[in-house]
């Protein structure tokens, strides 16, 4: 199976025949999505809604309302109150709100005021007013018919808002201020009428109430909104949504409801079948059968850049025609264009996956060209110049000639350290890196050196001592056997520890050279993505015997189900099983070992708990020590070199490891970089 996928997965008929259902799929979604905004945009939210009296189409209508009825009621008032221009803010105190009605009006003010500034100093409180009175009196002619103007603008609008309100068939209001003006549309003003009505908001003294047939309604909301506009002392405010208006709105509801679910699924599998066809395009893009390379066609050559600016430019022309909506032939406009883009937006994809792929998705572009370009000019300006052009001296070359004449004595007396800082570019700080460079490899150089030095030294004077026990133990039985003979009936025990002495020293030695290697950091480490919770479980399976002649009980937490780490599977499991191999041995029989795992935004830790059956009188550090071990009567098979190969294991990988004790409590504790 899998070798007949192999051959038709890059197939040329396969690959066209995903293309062209994923152009149909982008074509029929986005048609679909202009029908439904259409025909169903008013309530497209019916389709998470249970009944029209818990739409938020409802609410929103009865929102509209209100914000209409109180407009009349505090804004405009009656038609006498805007012929006398009560509407217009005349009596402000700033100019700005004293002509808000006529932006030309608050220029020509601009004007008088700044030209009046020249000659007369308006330093008062009152001089604004002043200054506007003035004004007034100055060009009264020209306030008068700005006024007007807005007086006239004002009953246009109000006009218009009364019959906008009238023509809402089963709408019904009643307002009344204590102002003496009043507004009614109802058959009669009377509180009961209103809260009769299927849908009522009611203001007035008594407080505020909205009619129980309003499903999940906020009321608080209006509250606060009524609240803001009205004055629940001296304002009343009644409106109603009668019959005639509830049955056409649920009717219309429902027919959008019903346009709009099967469509939904229909979208949602448009949507589903696009995102399938995208993904074996991309993962398909420039691949051939029996060809590993990456294959580039004919519309690949034009740069990257200049495609995806092409497509939004085609995206935009779409959404153009789909906001045209007094265009009669828009659906038959419509349709051929998102075919069109649908392709261009495919083709663009597929020629993006092909570029990543082939590693040329920045480089194939207009702007990367045209920087490269101008670079390259530059360069070989720079290098046309003759040596001797690129020295001249100058006092900032001068001051880096010094500086690197310096260095250079500062370096060959041994502060290989030492960095040559230069002020300009060019031929100076080439050389001054240069130099820089070569004293690094010196200092890498001198560090290794001392480092193999000091591990050497550290070799000779730290295995003595546990080579020395398993070695002489060797040496003694040796002699027996040489004194009873091979038939003595002691032979065979000998023979036993002798076996367990050269294996311990075998295994001793194995451990010492791992150290060695960890901490001088001279080991293959291969970092990947590695599945911390899973390894442990594994691990903890694999030992699952030791586990249960330990008589230990071991808790693993974790918050999360999976946790990723950046590290070498190999070598952070051997550190794993250096610490468990301690817990196996320093533990106190029948107790509890927790090992938790937490992560943050930047690494992840796994922390080992354990009581120790010894008693820890040392500090954390000492415990770090080669051939240091916690049993310090040294009865136990550890070989005080686990810890030191973990922390150097640890170190390989970019992460941290460390112990801590507090009283029997032995705490280890691994810090791995997280996997981004």
């Known amino acids: 199976m899998d070798t007949k996928w192999k051959n038709i997965r890059y197939n040329k008929f396969l690959k066209s025949m995903v293309f062209a259902m994923a152009v149909i799929f982008l074509t029929g979604g986005l048609s679909l999505t202009i029908y439904l905004m259409d025909n169903a945009d008013e309530y497209i939210e019916a389709a998470f809604e249970k009944s029209y009296m818990e739409s938020s189409s409802l609410k929103y209508k009865l929102d509209t309302v209100t914000e209409n009825v109180i407009a009349l009621l505090k804004n405009y008032k009656s038609e006498d109150f805007i012929k006398s221009g009560g509407s217009l803010n005349s009596d402000a105190k700033n100019y700005y709100d004293r002509y808000s009605y006529s932006h030309d009006l608050r220029r020509l003010f601009e004007t008088f005021k700044s030209r009046e500034s020249e000659s007369i100093d308006y330093d008062d409180e009152y001089s604004e007013i002043r200054l ?12 008068e018919y700005y006024k007007t103007k807005a007086i006239d603008d004002e009953l246009k609008d109000y006009n218009n808002l009364i019959n906008k309100l009238q023509r809402i068939d089963g709408l019904y209001y009643y307002t009344s201020s204590s102002e003496s003006y009043s507004h009614i549309k109802s058959p009669e003003s009377s509180k009961d009428f209103f809260e009769s009505q299927p849908v009522s908001l009611i203001f007035d003294s008594n407080g505020i109430s909205v009619s129980s047939s309003i499903k999940n309604a906020n009321v608080e909301s209006w509250e606060n909104y009524l609240l803001s506009e009205l004055n629940s002392a001296s304002d009343t405010l ?27 699924y229909m979208l949602l599998s448009l949507a589903l079948g696009f995102m399938a066809c995208l ?13 590993d390379k990456i294959q580039m066609i004919a519309t690949d ?28 032939f ?4 419509f349709v051929p264009c998102a075919l069109a883009v649908s392709i261009i937006a495919v083709s663009l994809v597929s020629s993006v996956a092909r570029h990543f792929k082939n590693k040329t998705l920045l480089s194939h572009t207009v702007f990367h060209k045209l920087f490269h370009s101008i670079s390259l000019f530059f360069r070989r300006l720079l290098n046309s110049l003759p040596l001797s052009v690129k020295m001249m001296p100058t006092p900032a070359r001068a001051s880096d000639l010094n500086e690197i004449l310096s260095g250079i004595d500062r370096i060959k007396s041994g502060e290989l350290d030492y960095k040559i800082c230069t002020l300009t570019h060019g031929v100076y700080r080439d050389m001054a890196e240069g130099i820089n460079s070569i004293a690094d490899g010196l200092s890498a150089a001198v560090s290794n050196e001392l480092k193999s030095e000091r591990m050497k030294t550290e070799l000779i004077s730290n295995v003595s001592h546990d080579i020395r026990t398993p070695l002489t133990s060797i040496i003694t039985y040796v002699d027996l056997l040489k004194n009873e003979g091979l038939d003595s009936k002691e032979a065979p025990k000998y023979l036993q520890v002798l076996d367990q002495k050269s294996t311990r020293l075998k295994n001793l030695t194995d451990d010492l050279f791992e150290a060695s290697k960890a901490s001088s950091g001279n080991m293959p480490v291969n970092l990947e993505k590695v599945e911390i919770i899973s390894l442990l479980k594994q691990g903890m399976g694999e030992l699952d015997d030791k586990i249960s002649a330990s008589g230990l009980q071991f808790k693993l937490g974790h918050t999360q189900d999976k946790v990723y780490a950046k590290a070498d599977g190999k070598l952070i499991w051997r550190v794993i099983e250096n610490l468990m191999s301690n817990i196996f041995k320093y533990a106190l029989r029948n107790s509890r070992v927790y090992i938790d795992i937490a992560e943050n935004e930047h690494s992840v830790q796994i922390v080992m708990k354990n009581i120790s059956s010894y008693e820890l009188n040392t500090d954390a550090s000492e415990l770090m020590e080669r051939f240091k071990r916690a049993d310090e009567s040294r009865s136990s098979e550890g070989s005080g070199l686990g810890l030191s190969i973990s922390q150097g294991l640890m170190s390989v990988q970019g992460g941290d490891f460390k112990v801590e004790i507090d009283g029997d409590l032995f705490k280890s504790i691994m810090t791995i970089p997280k996997y981004k």
Do not use: C, Q
């Open 132 to 143: 506007m009175e003035k004004f007034e009196s100055e060009h009264s002619k020209e306030v």
């Open 238 to 264: 009644y409106i109603a949504l009668g019959d005639e208006f509830i049955g056409p709105e649920s009717e219309k509801w429902s027919k959008s409801k019903k346009i709009l679910i099967p469509n939904l």
């Open 279 to 291: 993904s074996y395009i991309v993962y398909a893009a420039g691949r051939v059968e029996l060809d």
């Open 301 to 328: 050559r034009l740069y990257v850049d200049v495609s995806i600016a092409f497509s939004l430019f085609a995206a935009t022309g779409l959404s153009f025609i789909a906001g045209d909506t007094f265009n009669t």
């Open 330 to 333: 828009r659906y038959f406009s």
